[in-house]
């Protein structure tokens, strides 16, 4: 399942494990660093529910698909409101859920 970069960002905020962490790079500036996706599976062996799980995968395949890069500019104006946030969690439900 493909993120925007604005699902990717609020992803990243979610599991970021603090600011010298690749997904607070991530979340807060767009940048990819190296192993940041070893940090996103360390992340899915460590979660409960399969809606998490689908979120750090959906994530990871985002890196994956973008590779390292650089501070992306604009990335801090991809804002989200708490009604976006619920929609998100709504997306990955029905993903989890097959819909």
């Given at each position: ?41 360390t ?5 409960e ?51």
């Open positions: 399942m493909e993120l925007s970069a604005r699902q990717a960002r609020i992803i990243a905020s979610w599991w970021h494990s603090g600011q010298t962490s690749g997904l607070c790079a991530l979340a807060t500036s767009g940048v990819i660093v190296e192993g940041v996706d070893h940090e996103i599976e992340e899915m062996r460590l979660c529910t399969p809606d998490q799980k689908a979120q750090l995968e959906a994530l990871l395949g985002f890196v994956t698909e973008f590779g390292e890069r650089g501070r992306v500019p604009g990335w801090a104006q991809l804002d989200w409101s708490s009604a976006d946030e619920d929609a998100l969690e709504r997306w990955f439900k029905d993903m989890v859920s097959g819909r």
